[in-house]
Every structure is written in C-alpha cells, then in structure tokens.
C-alpha cells in the first residue's frame, strides 16, 4: 500500500516536471505576446504585467504584408492539400486493389522517397524550377510540397484502403459499373477518416516548411508565414511582442488541428512509426 | 464472334494497364521532381563550376576529395553525428517517460488528457516559431539568465547561442526539446496495443512494475521505437531550419552541420559543385539509414 502511495506521488510530481519543461517556454511565448515591447525584458520577469495589451496582435492583422503571407499559406496549403489527395487516391487504389508486374518494386521506391533529404534536392530543384519558369510563384511550392507530401499519403491511403473489404467495390462492378465508378462512389467516401488524417498531415507539412519557401520565392508577394515570420527577426529592430502574436498567429491552424482534430492528426502523424 | 474476342482482348489489355493508369500521375511527379533532381545533383558533384559555367568540366571525384578534405565538413559531420545521437537518444528517453506517465493506470481520464496535451504543445509550432522563442528565452537579458543569474547558477548572464563551446549543446536541447512529442504520441499508440491479459497474467506470477515494464512493455514496444528511432536519425540528419534560424552554424562553424554547410557553398559561396558532392554525401548517408529502416518495416510486415 504505501509504495503504491509513494508510486503515486512520484507519478504526480514526475508529471508536474513535464508540464514545466513542455509547457513554460510555450505561456512565455503566448504572454510575451501580449507585453508591449519595452517590457519584454523587464525585472522581474512576470507572465501577465500592467502592459498587458493586444496591440501587438492589432498591429499584424493590419498590416497588409503579414496579411499577404498568411493568405500564400493558406492558398498552397489548400491547393497542396487537394492535389496530394487526389493525386495518393489513385496510386493507393493502384496498390490496394491490383496485382501487377512491378508493383513490389514501384512501392518500394515510393516508400524509399521518404528519406531523401531536402537539403539535397535543394540546388537541383532551383535549377529545374528557373528552367520551368515557375520560380517565385505558388506553382513552384505546390509542386514542391505535393511530392515531398505524397509518399507517406500514398503509404497511409494504401494502408487505409487494405482494411477496407474488395466486396464493396465488386458490389459495384457487379451492377455494371466501372471500377471507376467503384472508387469514386464507394471507397472514397468510406475512406474519408482515412482522408481527413492525410490532408491533415498534408496540411501541417506544407504549414510549416521553410526550407524550400526561402529558396524558391523571393518576392514578398509570394512568401510564406515562415519566412515572413523570420524575415520580422531581420529587418526590424525586434518588435518581440510583434513576432511573438505573429507566431502564435502563424501556429494558430496547428493549435486548432491538435485541439480538435486530434485522433485524426494523431492517427495521420504516426502511421509510418504505428502499424494500424 | 470475332468482334467478341477483339472485345475481350482490348478489355483484357485495358485492364492489364489499368493499375498502372491510376500510378501515372504519381510516377510523372516523383519522376521530374525526385529523380531528375537526384540525377541532377549526382552529374553536377562530378563536373567543376557547374550552374555558373556553360562548360562544366568533368573532374570524376575531385570534388568529393576537396569536400572530405574540408576541415568546416569534416567538423560539420562530426557535429552532425553528435546532434543526432543526442538527439534519438533523449527524444526516445523523453517521449517513452512521459508516454509512460500519461498511460499510467492511476491517472483518471481528464488528468490524462489534459497532460497529453501538455506534453504535445512543441509540436504545435514550426522551426521558425521554436527559434524566435528560444531566442527570447536565452536573450541576454531574457528569462532564463534573470533565473540563472538571481540563483547565483552563473554570475553573470550568458550568451548561450553565441557561446563557442555551448551553442551546439544548447541547439540539442532546444531540438530534443522540440522533436520528443512524435516519440510520445507513436509509444502511446503503441501502449494503447499490448493485451491487458499480458499484465494480468503476469501478476498472477507474481511479477512487480519494473518486471512488467522489463519483461512486457518493452519488448512489445520494440518494433515501435525502432522504427521511430530510425526515421528519427534520418530526420534529423536532415535538419536545417531549426539550426539555420538559430546559429546559422555559427559561432566560428561550431554548431556547422552537414545541411548547412550545403547551404552556405551553394548559396553564399555559389560553389555548387562542392555543395552538390557535400549533399550526395548526406544522401548516401540518408539511404543507408532508410535501407535499415525499410528493412525492419518488411520484417514487421512478415
């Protein structure tokens, strides 16, 4: 009994700890965003002090570039979102309800795509993007991100469409229709969990990719919520305040997916370590 | 008669290529923006002065020769292989304690939730906010050196991101920091898989927790942590923004790692013949790591 007590104890305080080491740079981030700048740093540091104001939140959502980046976001997420999900649709049918010559080795490589580093596509890719004509411009990112985003949707809509009975869509073919037909009014809408897991996925890939957004655009027009974010540690003489709502603005999308769509995010984020 | 067979034929050939129809557009994607570009990266590590020069010059492995020879690259892998040991290792630590903790039979449901949560709030924010917030919190006069120096740990505040023997520690730990919640939330589904008749069982036989957690838990999760581990390594070989954003491999190459010395020779010394040879060696180094990995996801399938 007692070391059942003490278990407990040490539960709670080994719980407690956690919480500090997770959680204490995250309040710090979300109340410095409400300080006016010259309290920032002041002594003694307080999470909520007398400046406590939105001004800085304000002065963000009005200023039209910081308006720009977050629409680039949400366009290429959008746009990406869509396009992989169509695009992992297909192959996932492909794999899940064919045999064919070539299919272990095909989805072998697809599975293998995964670990190429960015890095090393880097001076190619800016390369082949000047050469398309398509540098500085959504495409260029769109095009980026699907493929960086498609083999892990391919493998979860694969994974997702195996547990799914072949007699659904015999049903189907057995009634004249197409196999087409099959996927489109069956599988796809009894694969919608499955969907909602990889656009989510999806969506936080494209959200928070840096790497390609800095090399491959150079307009403001076309920059991202990443880069815009970055950009306010450059050229202004820190507004921390400032950067701090525009992050926490720029995470907001995040915060609401793991907030309300957990079992989705989850279930998307861990497919490729979690067999389902 | 024959109409019918021509009909079947052309049906059959039909349906013969079909999977490969539903394939197509993926292949054409992966095939101009994956292969081409790997093939690209490839042929320039091989000539000098590409991209600049409208002749490269066909120079075999002369390049990988002068980027092994960089005392910065050389650095820069021993950088790397400590960033990403540390890494694994207390992402793996981290994540499978506090998974632990959160799946604890004592702990009611809400409590649970609400620690779950907690323990996820770094994964809610990308490399660019996680380096501003850091930046913040070691700031000279920021929080964390208030705290340090009021409790006299260190006497005067420090510099830590641009301290040369502590910034790669402190990048470390700011990654371990942001990279353990993938590790808890994989273990946690892992946990949510191992029969409750395995625990019961072994308390019929008398075992205590830490036999249980030996002889149960952590065999059943092996295939799990595994598994992340190695995406895990192949990740954060990868990583660039966090330590871009942060030290830009500074002070004096301390923090220097394989991704951004990559960067740096293609996009401020515009030598992207070195910086193509240094990338095609962090893509051997990736791939054989994917090899394990892919390895041990067949033998799981098995």
């Known amino acids: 009994m007692k070391t059942k007590r003490s278990f407990k104890i040490l539960l709670w305080v080994g719980l407690i700890l956690g919480a500090l080491f997770s959680g204490l740079p995250v309040l710090w981030l979300f109340s410095s965003s409400f300080k006016s700048n010259p309290n920032i740093f002041a002594i003694p540091p307080k999470f909520i002090d007398e400046s406590f104001n939105v001004q800085a939140y304000i002065s963000v959502l009005t200023d039209p570039q910081k308006l720009r980046f977050f629409l680039n976001s949400y366009a290429i997420a959008a746009v990406v979102v869509c396009c992989t999900l169509i695009v992992a649709i297909l192959a996932a049918y492909s794999f899940s309800r064919f045999n064919f010559p070539g299919k272990k080795i095909i989805n072998t490589i697809i599975i293998s795509m995964q670990a190429v580093p960015p890095i090393t596509l880097l001076i190619p890719y800016l390369v082949l993007i000047v050469g398309l004509q398509i540098y500085d411009t ?88 990443p880069i815009g974010i970055a950009s306010m540690m450059g050229q202004y003489a820190f507004h921390w305040n400032e950067i701090m709502a525009m992050s926490i603005l720029g995470s907001l999308p995040v915060i609401v997916i793991v907030l309300f769509f957990q079992k989705y995010f989850i279930a998307g984020m861990t497919a490729g370590a979690v067999k389902m | 008669m024959e109409k019918s067979t021509h009909q079947n034929r052309t049906a059959r050939i039909k349906g013969k290529l079909e999977p490969y129809f539903y394939l197509l557009p993926t292949v054409a994607l992966m095939a101009l923006l994956l292969f ?26 002369e390049n990988y020769a002068t980027v092994l020879g960089d005392a910065i690259f050389v650095k820069s892998m021993k950088n790397t292989a400590i960033f990403v040991v540390l890494n694994v290792i207390f992402h793996l630590l981290i994540g499978m304690g506090f998974a632990l903790m959160v799946n604890a039979k004592s702990l009611g449901p809400r409590p649970k939730a609400f620690f ?86 072994a308390s019929i036989d008398g075992a205590n927790g830490l036999q249980k957690f030996w002889h149960i838990t952590l065999p059943q999760l092996r295939p799990i942590l595994i598994s992340i581990a190695m995406l895990d390594f192949i990740w954060t070989t990868q990583n660039f923004s966090l330590i871009w954003l942060l030290t830009a491999g500074g002070p004096a190459h301390a923090t220097e ?46």
């Open chain 1, 138 to 225: 959504y495409l260029a990112l769109i095009l980026t991100y699907m493929v960086f985003t498609l083999p892990y949707a391919i493998l979860m809509m694969s994974g997702y469409m195996n547990t799914m009975p072949k007699e659904l869509d015999e049903a189907v073919m057995i009634d004249g229709g197409s196999r087409f037909m099959a996927l489109w009014r069956v599988l796809v809408p009894s694969a919608v969990p499955g969907m909602v897991s990889v656009g989510l996925y999806t969506f936080f890939q494209c959200w928070n990719e840096y790497l390609f957004a800095l090399t491959l655009t150079k307009t403001n027009e076309m920059r991202t919520v």
């Open chain 2, 36 to 61: 081409v570009p790997i093939f690209l990266v490839i042929s320039y590590s091989f000539y000098d002065n590409v991209i600049i020069n409208d002749n490269p010059v066909w120079v075999g492995f």
């Open chain 2, 116 to 201: 779950r949560i907690i323990y996820m709030l770094p994964w809610m924010f990308n490399a660019t906010v996680i380096a501003i917030l850091w930046k913040l919190l070691l700031n000279g006069s920021g929080v964390i050196n208030y705290l340090l120096t009021t409790f006299h740990i260190t006497e005067i505040p420090l510099e830590w991101l641009s301290d040369r023997s502590a910034a790669l520690w402190v990048l470390t730990f700011i990654n371990i920091w942001a990279g353990y919640p993938f590790y808890m939330i994989s273990t946690l589904a892992g946990l949510q898989g191992i029969p409750d008749s395995l625990y019961e069982s």
């Open chain 2, 257 to 302: 790692m394989m991704s951004t010395y990559v960067y740096k020779t293609a996009f401020q010394s515009y030598q992207y013949s070195l910086a193509s040879a240094a990338a095609v060696i962090i893509l051997i180094a990736c791939v054989i790591l994917a090899i394990f990995y892919v390895r041990s996801q067949t033998r799981n399938d098995e």
